[in-house]
């Protein structure tokens, strides 16, 4: 027993040793520290369309579209990219747990039988070793341990890289399903203008129909001319011809939204109707951006640059902890017999503990080049997340701009089809006292219904542009689940 006690005694040592090298031994690598941002305080462009309030995670619901809520409550369960990226994400969550196991000794259990066959012409001949058969059974059991000190921090910063990507992904699935909601509700809104369009066009056409029957009348009794009823055919023929495309991206945009769903297009022609949703446009109020400050937080872009940043930092201590020495506590503890009986007697205990010390002399010049290789990474990942950062701003001054000005069209436009509308009223009770003819009434209408169709393509613009504006400001619309993923929730 003397033996054993001895070996765990060795370990006892080894172990405070080693704990008490790792506490007053420098950590390879720099410690990471996050880049501080220097951002406006206040917004370039200014609206009232806006407003300094935080906006809320599920900003699509202010369009208030019971349609629109299912489509994107339908994407987060069933969109096949976002569930690419949930598998990532454990993935990454994985690794983390095999860097975490580094920490912890490497143990193998073991057991086995042999026969020895000794030679008789060998170095000790087998005839001449006093109670050892030539042909001898040999009995073995036990554990062998190695553990690796974390002497400079190495397996540590690994464990800081994989917890830093593993933060990287969660904030990349946040990216993706931010983009696919904004997707989502981009291409609901150009399917419902689409269809008011197609509307819009549709009174265009009845316009051309009847003012091309009236042509013909007028023809028929010699107040008009061949030319004129050409004219009209060429009117009307040239507004039919606008119907098609419309016609055709209305389908297409069903088919991008049955992806972005993840359903077959057939399972979802159904469920969408166009008749009563263009009877209304969602709209957009006033819409939440909070302040610069606050987007640069609740961006996941920026986060996961951050984050990325984190991970090249640590990956640098790792390649540097490579250059460094390396100590390797090994411990073996069992039982050897060539009697079986006797395999489990104090007497067959069998053990060695010890330290063993490496260090790389040749090919350091392949390890330094590693450690440079990775500085040049945490580099570009620093430049990566302050073009991130400049980007995220940039897209919210130029969405802030561009949301107010559609505004602007649309208030524009509005006025000008009430305008044109007052013309068609004066139009027709003119028509009816006699003062104007009936050309006057068509050309009154045919001026409302292209007013409605730029209306429709103003609406539509609008509604597109408050998307692109929720979606520049960060507000992503599941981080409870991402940060649940986190902790393998």
């Known amino acids: 027993m003397i033996g054993q006690n001895s070996i765990a005694a060795g370990c006892c040592l080894l172990l405070a ?3 008490k090298g790792c506490a007053s031994l420098p950590q390879a690598g720099p410690d990471y520290t996050q880049p501080e941002v220097t951002g406006p305080t206040e917004w370039t462009e200014s609206s009232n369309r806006v407003s300094p309030l935080n906006p809320e995670s599920q900003w699509w619901r202010i369009f208030n579209d019971p349609v629109l809520d299912s489509l994107v409550a339908d994407a987060f369960a069933q969109n096949y990219d976002l569930a690419a990226l949930r598998a990532n994400l454990r993935k990454a969550r994985a690794l983390r747990r095999k860097a975490a196991g580094r920490h912890q000794p490497n143990v193998n259990a073991g057991a086995g039988a042999q026969l020895l066959s000794r030679s008789e012409n060998g170095l000790i001949p087998a005839n001449d070793t006093v109670g050892l058969e030539a042909d001898t059974d040999l009995y073995d059991a036990g554990f062998d341990a190695a553990w690796e000190v974390d002497l400079f921090g190495g397996t540590h910063r690994s464990i800081e890289a994989a917890g830093a990507r593993l933060e990287a992904s969660a904030e990349n699935l946040e990216v993706a399903q931010l983009s696919t909601t904004a997707e989502i509700a981009r ?5 419902i203008g689409f269809e008011r369009q197609r509307i819009a066009h549709n009174q265009i056409v009845t316009v051309q129909e009847q003012s091309t029957r009236l042509v013909e009348s007028r023809l028929t009794v010699g107040a008009a001319r061949q030319s004129d009823l050409d ?5 009307l023929l040239r507004a039919q011809a606008k119907l098609p495309p419309l016609e055709a991206e209305a389908r297409a945009a069903i088919y991008r939204l049955a992806v972005l769903t993840g359903v077959r297009p057939d399972q979802l022609s159904g469920r969408i109707d166009l008749a009563n949703s263009a009877a209304a446009l969602p709209g957009a109020n006033t819409i939440d951006i909070g302040s610069p400050a606050g ?3 609740a961006r996941p872009d920026v986060r996961g640059a951050e984050r990325l940043l984190a991970a090249e930092t640590a990956d640098t201590g790792v390649a540097e902890a490579d ?11 069992g039982v050897e017999s060539i009697d079986f009986s006797d395999l489990f007697n104090a007497a067959s205990f069998a053990g060695s503990v010890g330290p063993r010390l490496s260090l790389p002399i040749f090919g350091r010049g392949r390890l330094k080049a590693q450690v440079d290789a990775e500085r040049a990474e945490a580099e570009a990942a620093l430049a990566l997340y302050q073009q991130t950062v400049l980007r995220a701003l940039e897209e919210t001054e130029s969405a802030i701009a561009r949301y107010g000005r559609a505004h602007d069209i649309v208030d524009r ?10 013309e068609l009223a ?3 009770i003119r028509y009816k006292a006699g003062e104007d003819g009936y050309p006057a009434v068509l050309d009154s209408e045919s001026n409302l ?4 169709i730029e209306l429709t393509e103003a609406e539509k613009s609008l509604r597109t542009h408050a998307v692109s504006l929720m979606k520049a400001v960060g507000g992503a619309p599941s981080a409870d689940s991402s940060r649940s993923a986190l902790s393998g929730s």
């Not at 291409?187 to 399917?191: F, H, S, V």
């Open 17 to 19: 040793l080693a704990a």
């Open 187 to 191: 291409t609901y809104i150009e399917l």
């Open 231 to 235: 004219r009209a055919m060429s009117h």
């Open 295 to 297: 987007v640069l937080r």
């Open 323 to 333: 250059l460094l020495p390396r100590l390797t506590l090994l411990a073996t503890a």
């Open 413 to 422: 436009l509005g006025s000008a089809r009430a305008h044109a509308a007052e």
């Open 426 to 428: 004066v139009s027709r």
């Open 449 to 452: 219904a292209e007013i409605n």
